[in-house]
């Protein structure tokens, strides 16, 4: 008999896992999706001197501070700055100098009037506009300082974090190693989705979903399909949790004659610390550790392990690899119709979504086709028997 947990026993359980990755070296630009295992900080200032975010003349803001189009203020041009180089020029008082955006800031000079707020004169720029000190300005180090924390221990790299360590010359950071993930399709009518099924046969649907869902996560995986042979699955469990740091079954979770997941975990020494969850579908869910090892078994109907997938598996690779915690995002919608749930198990129901409402989709254990058409899935409290008619809710967005 399942020993039935809520979802945030689950989530505690998983959080708490006590596993470590080791942690290697690895080129920056070979970074994305990795997660870091300490501190990145900044071995340079950014910028790494006074620039100008403008096109434009190079002034001083207080012999400017009164300029406008009907009172101008006259300065001698004393030429341009090379984009790329040092400028020797130097601002006084009554001197200006061209500076293009991104250019240098000459000695002397704290701000930078646009160059349409100006009107050039060959030998004299009349400054039709005043300026704050430091307007139009990029201060050295202003967006960056030395020893700055650029990226916080536990961020999974994304672009913007590459283009960021690029931009301060970091080409080698440490991270935590890629994880090891083993997917096991059970059943004795599990085929290979390459073979045509005869009756009673079923193509293996759930493999290819769990692989491609772990790709989005930067996971790789191995998958293998073995059929309902107690001795087979017991082995390749054994040689899993040798070569692998996480295994992922489908199928033979529950209770049935030929459920065997339970049998063969408790074989080779395995710690249960699931089975059986709180929630629709996907109540026939297992958990369980050896050593620093996690098996993580789901329910063999396709709509149920994507459901609990979803809901769990972002949490034990957080587990596994140290990533931080992420904000869930969601829409709010109404609903088109009344709800009516059993009382007693969070419900995850999918939906589709038309303009402002949506529609729950009612489906029979096993179909797939509800899954592709699905738009996201709203959440059910246990402690609820369904929602009504145009009540606003939060909206899970699939894909």
Known sequence: MFKVKEIAEVK???????????????????????????????NE?????????????????????LASFDIPVLLKNLGEVKMGKV??????????????????????????????????????????????????????GEDVKINDILIEKGTTIEPRDIGLMMALGIRKINVYRQMKVLIIAVGDEII??????????????????????????????????????????????????KNYDLIISSGGTSVGIKDFTIDV???????????????KPGKPTVLASCGEKIFF??????????????TFIKDIIRSI????????????????????????????QIVEITGEFIRPIYTKSGMISSLAKADGYIIIDSATEGLEKNSLVKVYLLG
């Not at 896992?17 to 070979?30: A, F, G, P, S």
């Not at 396709?302 to 979803?310: D, Q, W």
Request: contains cysteine; hydrophobic residues 35%; proline residues 3%.
């Open 12 to 42: 505690a359980i998983i959080k708490n896992l006590k596993i470590e990755l080791e942690t290697i070296d690895i080129l920056t630009e070979k970074s994305l999706g990795r997660v870091v295992s300490e501190n990145i900080l900044a």
């Open 45 to 65: 200032e950014i910028p790494s001197f006074n620039r100008s975010t403008v096109d434009g003349y190079a002034t001083k803001a207080n012999i400017v501070k």
């Open 87 to 140: 400028s020797n020029l130097a601002v006084t008082d009554t001197t200006t100098v061209y500076v293009p955006t991104g250019g240098f800031l000459p000695k002397g000079s704290d701000s930078v009037v646009m160059i349409e707020n100006t009107e050039n004169l060959d030998a004299e720029i009349f400054i039709n506009k005043s300026t704050r000190k430091n307007e139009n300005v990029f201060l050295k």
């Open 192 to 241: 290979e989705p390459s073979k045509k099924p005869k009756i009673g046969e079923i193509r293996d649907i759930n493999s290819c979903l769990i692989l491609n869902y772990l790709k989005k996560l930067s996971v790789t995986a191995d998958t293998t399909l073995i059929n309902d042979d107690l001795e087979l699955y017991q082995k390749t469990v054994t040689e899993g949790f």
């Open 265 to 279: 975990l408790n074989k080779v020494g395995a710690s249960i610390l699931v089975h059986g969850i709180s929630i």
């Open 297 to 310: 078994g789901l329910p063999g109907q396709p709509l149920s392990a994507y459901i609990v997938l979803n």
């Open 321 to 348: 690899r140290k990533s931080k915690e992420e904000t869930i995002t969601y829409t709010e919608k109404k609903l088109a119709e009344n709800i009516h749930t059993g009382f007693g198990r969070t419900t995850y």
